[in-house]
């Protein structure tokens, strides 16, 4: 059975995306995104599993800056619908929650229902562990934005559901590796750093269309140490062995200073709400 | 004497780059980085300053979201450099600190500095509101990352200076009116959506090398309710109405859903560290 470093404590959305995707497998809880990184990185864990993006809060930014790791690999994606749910310790009313517990992201996506309630809101390390927390110290003032599977895994009860503003909440995520994939996919990641000339982001960019390639996506991040040098990473359309993409890629060299292939996987494909 | 809406307490760094940027001026703090979009769009500031950028944390992207109002136009952007201190309430030691207050990206800043210490941190809503709260408090087991000029404002002692990881930590911040700049700017910002075709990015791409405009920063934000869906936010040379920036806009309109113009404005400099 493979072992998979996950973000977050049992019962966080990472969990089950992982159990989603892998069905059984040996997962192993981590408390910042790094770590699953690092797990991955030394071989103590066969995959990880991180948080990519969100319809409603955006690139998740601390996995985009840990894929720059040397061994790491995209090998796969799996989107999950988010639901949230307010969950206190039992016998805790609604009206005796003051304080609300969850990640900064899922404190947004609530945003509407919490100002209604008129709580203080508590950013904190994940949602699970927020639900976990708050059964740990007995809080009977305070509630944490967690899914219902949080809940059931530490008998804890659910005070209200569905309570994210928006409901077309998805979650993409990835699965790295320390080996890339065999497999042929229909979906490459990469990231590439530019020269400092006038033009040279265009130049890169006109690579993938110069080869026929369809840019699905752009994002970019800072390099630490360079004001205003930035990673800009893409994804598109192909496989890193297909004939255009080989293409692209030789052309792009001219343009960049660096170029990482961060994988080619299989496209996930999301479910309506 | 104008009205600025700000964000933060008095002593952020906002208010830092507002006073040196506006010297004198009437400063209205603001808690959150949309008030401050709320005080402009409804006049009750002339101007609002908010930051978009830091070269360790990436784009800052409540102003991202916030900018695409009805009213909101760029009309000037400036930088500063940011230094952090670890401030305390007078005759606190540093081994008597075990909780830290900031806002999150300060806290990121200064990572490896207070892992050393071995203290929690804690989320907080400004970093010189993290200042006055330990005061108001008098927490004595509690300290702030914070600027020098926090320290002073609310009568604090600075523990130490320095704390930031990586030296070369500056933040851009932008000015926004519900006016647009009437004088001639060497840069200019705007953010589209593409129709949902093949090709549409680059496409939207295209439209600015075949007007020989330079590209220099392209950031994506997903569009709320649509999952999939982005804005782009560009930001290039020229001015909106230099005649190749008027091509590449009548060319983008035809591969776009949509396109607002943020603004024209002086490129700010980076005084080097």
């Known amino acids: 059975m493979k072992t998979i470093a996950i973000y977050g404590e049992l019962g966080s959305f990472t969990e089950q995306a992982a159990l989603n995707y892998f069905g059984k497998a040996k997962l192993l809880p981590n408390r910042y995104i790094s770590e699953v990184f690092d797990a991955v990185e030394s071989g103590s864990a066969d995959l990880g599993i991180v948080p990519i993006e969100n319809t409603i809060e955006g690139a998740v930014t601390q996995t985009y800056d840990q894929l720059l790791g040397l061994r790491i690999n995209i090998v796969a994606e799996t989107i999950l619908r988010i639901n949230h749910c307010l969950v206190a310790n039992p016998g805790v009313k609604l009206s005796n929650v003051k304080r609300v517990y969850s990640i900064q992201q899922a404190l947004g996506q609530c945003k509407e229902y919490l100002q209604k309630l008129r709580v203080e809101t508590v950013p904190f390390y994940d949602t699970a562990g927020s639900v976990k927390t708050i059964k740990e110290q007995g809080m009977e003032d305070a509630a944490a934005v967690a899914s219902a599977r949080a809940a059931k895994i530490y008998g804890m009860q659910i005070l209200a559901k569905d309570i994210e503003t928006n409901k077309h909440n998805f979650t993409r995520f990835l699965i790295v590796s320390r080996k890339g994939n065999l497999s042929k996919g229909d979906k490459t990641s990469l990231v590439f750093t530019v020269r400092n000339n006038p033009g040279s982001l ?72």
Request: net charge positive; aromatic share 12%; no cysteine.
């Open 202 to 273: 265009y130049d890169a960019l006109r690579s993938f269309a110069d080869s026929n390639i369809d840019l699905t996506y752009i994002q970019s991040r800072p390099v630490i140490g360079k004001p205003w040098v930035y990673n800009f990473y893409v994804d598109f359309k192909g496989d890193k062995n297909d004939k255009n993409v080989k293409d692209a890629l030789r052309l792009l060299k001219k343009s960049t200073k660096s170029i990482k292939i961060l994988g080619s996987y299989k496209k996930a494909q999301t479910r309506r709400v």
